[in-house]
């Protein structure tokens, strides 16, 4: 498999601390949510593996070409709206919950709209980025993040605050039955994978998945779901935890490093929780971005050589991001993306539709 591949999957599996998932999980913590995971785990892989599976039969082409060239209008634009509109949301819930953060714990005399419009910029710029370059972005933030981040879960797990009683109580509730909530929220952390809709196109040597490949995917999807679930039981405590409406900030606040630059863990993890969430934005937006730009140019906006619908569609992104910011409260968040979660079997069966249709598409 590609590393770009890999730098897909496993940023999707850290952005979980972007999006309101911990919370989901810890907020059912004595009612299923192990078990919820152990699921939405095997639920997740097995997605991965056949969207992998499919799109190595496509080395080099992209989803948006597949459609056209193997279906009719009728599945190509219907499809093609309705998975750009999922990547959309995917990416203004951690919109919303980043500038959340910031107004919490860094910056709460700052207006929302000088936030979020700084966010926005930046992530402007970011989306209308080749999606070659946005390959490249994420290997950089990857790779420098990636040691910050082993830093701070170290600390994290060999802090003195950390009771691993608490810890124990919670895996006393393995036996609750699993709930749906939590289900689809683990689920949700395995599908990076499903970006290959249009980075697919710079994977054009033919990809292997190897049984390698799927048990490393799966260790590292694991070990970002039991740090996401038990180190924010293990600092605030199993029964005061579901309170928390940022369980892993106000977690991480109560960790001091005693030897270093930065005495305090929550500031490594803002560093890394703001560095995320500004790539896992850019992602989500971009693939939405490209899916509209395949059935969607105005000839009207071409000046000179350039087309400037891109533009168009990107700032249209950026003022509905910036009206859902203002609008939604922290409790209205999480209730509308429990809501998006739920609807991800929908998701998966257009998916796999789609996918087949493509199949049989391309046998004829």
Known sequence: ?????????????????????????????????????????????????????????????????????????????????????????????????TVFLLITFLTPEMSIYTITLSI??????????????????????????????????????????????????????????????????????????????IFNRYFKEKQKISILSLVAIGIFGVLMLVTSYFIPIGLSGFDQIDQFIFPWTSSADAVRMKFGIVERVVFIFMFLFVTIAFVSIIIHWHVSYKLILSIYRLKSLQVKQQNLTPFLVVLVFSIIGLWVTVQLTQYELYQYTKYYYYSLPIFVAVFFFTMLAIKRGASQ
Not at 8 to 13: E, H, K, P, R
Not at 122 to 136: D, N, P
């Open 120 to 197: 926005l910029v930046t992530v402007f710029f970011g989306v209308l980025l080749k999606s070659k370059s946005v390959l490249f972005t994420l290997e950089i933030v990857f790779i420098l993040m990636v040691p910050i981040g082993v830093i701070m879960f170290f600390k994290l797990y060999s802090s003195s605050e950390l009771d691993w009683d608490q810890v124990s109580l919670s895996i006393m509730h393995i036996n609750q039955m699993p709930k749906y909530s939590s289900l689809v929220a683990t689920f949700f952390t395995f599908l990076g994978c499903s970006n290959l809709i």
């Open 1 to 97: 498999m590609s590393r770009f591949l890999y730098y897909l999957i496993f940023t999707s599996m850290m952005a979980i601390i972007t999006t309101p998932v911990p919370r989901i999980l810890l907020v059912q913590s004595a009612d299923g949510a192990i078990g919820s995971m152990l699921i939405g785990t095997a639920a997740g892989m097995l997605f991965m593996y056949i969207t992998v599976k499919f799109f190595i039969q496509f080395p080099g082409r992209d989803l948006i070409e597949l459609l056209q060239a193997y279906t009719a209008s009728w599945v190509r634009i219907p499809v093609t709206i309705y998975f750009a509109f999922i990547w959309f949301v995917a990416g203004a819930i951690t919109l919303v919950m």
